[in-house]
């Protein structure tokens, strides 16, 4: 593979230096045409139309650049530079001259499904803002690099699906839906790393659409309701054995009775059941005793 193409400046002549230079070249030619012809001389004839002609010619050189836009010149297939100032320029006519917009663009990828690091399949798209930086390099380093785009891009959020779950979990692991930042910055690293062959530069790229795929949303929503409910539960034991907890030394402190472990136990289940109970208690008073 030979080395690669970088963009490099174009010293362009002032279009409207050379538009002048060129209008006063063929009206001096014309001129003498008509002289020569006039006194007969054929030589000087020939002479002053193929000046007029080269500089009819010369008009063919003349381009503009706007603001935000590139003009990559190559002659003969052979690359000499790029015109990055906006204005009225002029080069040499048997140039090409190929506009590059260098202006911020955006696009969103079409919904893709992908099997996520858990084999869940998921349907995901991503908003990508991009732009040409390197003239040179997107012109003759690929075919196509607004294609490029958008394929490498397509191909770079499969893989980033595939390298993380929908859902975290672990404490601390990364998850699409969980980690939006963690994920746009793997997203933004994976595409700069794709285009810069292409002289392109991601300005931002984000995911836009996330969703479990709908063979099986209906299920993963099931898990996520389930989850849900075992967290709070595990939340409500927790502050449940705090309060029997504070609920005991504060009788011990106070002395306001004192109780066995035989007691403390049947206390503790009491105090349970009701603080962890999805139903009003009904209170039963107790008149007995738990001895014998």
Not at 27 to 40: E, F, P, R, T
């Amino acid at each position: 593979m030979g080395p690669m193409l970088r963009e490099k400046p174009f010293r362009a002549m002032n279009g409207y230096v050379a538009l002048l230079l060129s209008l006063l070249i063929l009206g001096l030619s014309i001129w003498q045409i008509i002289d020569a012809a006039n006194k007969g001389r054929a030589v000087l004839v020939v002479l002053w139309s193929l000046v007029s002609v080269l500089a009819s010619l010369s008009f063919a050189g003349l381009f503009t650049v706007q603001p935000n836009e590139a003009k990559a010149l190559t002659l003969f297939g052979d690359y000499k530079g790029s015109v990055r100032q906006a204005g009225f320029w002029w080069a040499n006519p048997f140039m090409h001259k190929r506009r590059v917009s260098l202006r911020a663009r955006n696009f969103e990828t079409t919904k893709l499904k992908v099997n996520d690091s858990h084999s869940n399949p998921v349907d995901i798209g991503a908003i990508v803002v991009w732009r040409v930086v390197d003239s040179a390099e997107a012109l003759f380093e690929v075919d196509d690099y607004q294609n490029y785009v958008r394929v490498q891009s397509e191909s770079a959020v499969r893989a980033l699906a595939s390298a993380y779950p929908y859902d975290a979990h672990a404490p601390n692991e990364v998850a699409l839906s969980t980690h939006p930042h963690e994920v746009a910055t793997a997203l933004h690293e994976a595409l700069q790393e794709r285009l810069q062959k292409a002289g392109v530069e991601i300005i931002e790229a984000r995911i836009s659409h996330l969703a479990y795929a709908p063979e099986i949303a209906s299920a993963m929503l099931r898990r996520q309701q389930a989850n849900a409910i075992i967290a709070a539960r595990q939340r409500i034991v927790e502050g449940a054995v705090y309060m029997v907890e504070n609920a005991l030394t504060m009788l011990a402190e106070r002395d306001v009775v004192t109780l066995d472990n035989e007691r403390k136990a049947a206390m503790v289940s009491n105090l349970l059941v009701v603080l962890c109970s999805d139903r009003d208690a009904q209170p039963i008073v107790n008149t007995g005793t738990i001895y014998q």
